[in-house]
């Protein structure tokens, strides 16, 4: 069975960092592509980061230049840094990871709930 753990979340000043992990176990044949959406209260699960195996990224307009995304193949481990933090980062940070185990589907993280308020 696989799971996807995530760690990293919690209270932080406008203008802050942090980093968000999230690690992948159990049968794990290969992971395409990892990434972070987020679901802020009354809002849809959006887009943060993603990056492929190879390194390739993409990021949502409004976390160009503040998030970095990056990954460790042989850890099944992927990571978002977050630098200059505002308060309209605030939402629940959910893992996504394209993976193939013993079946190949999309599997989701528990959710991290990161918040941005002096």
């Known amino acids: 069975q696989v799971q996807l753990v995530e760690s990293g979340g919690g209270l932080v000043q406008p203008g802050g960092s942090l980093r968000l992990s999230c690690a992948a176990s159990g049968t794990i044949f290969s992971i395409d592509v990892m990434g972070w959406y987020r679901q802020a209260p009354g809002n849809e699960r959006e887009l943060v980061a993603v990056?492929?195996?190879?390194?390739?990224?993409n990021y949502a307009d409004s976390v160009k230049g503040r998030f970095t995304i990056s990954r460790d193949n042989a850890k099944n481990t992927v990571y978002l840094q977050m630098n200059n933090l505002k308060p309209e980062d605030t939402a629940v940070y959910y893992c996504?990871?394209?993976?193939?185990?013993?079946?190949?589907?999309?599997?989701w993280g528990q959710g991290t709930q990161v918040t941005v308020s002096s």
């Open positions: 990056i492929t195996r190879g390194g390739t990224t």
């Open positions: 996504n990871a394209d993976l193939r185990g013993i079946v190949h589907m999309q599997y």
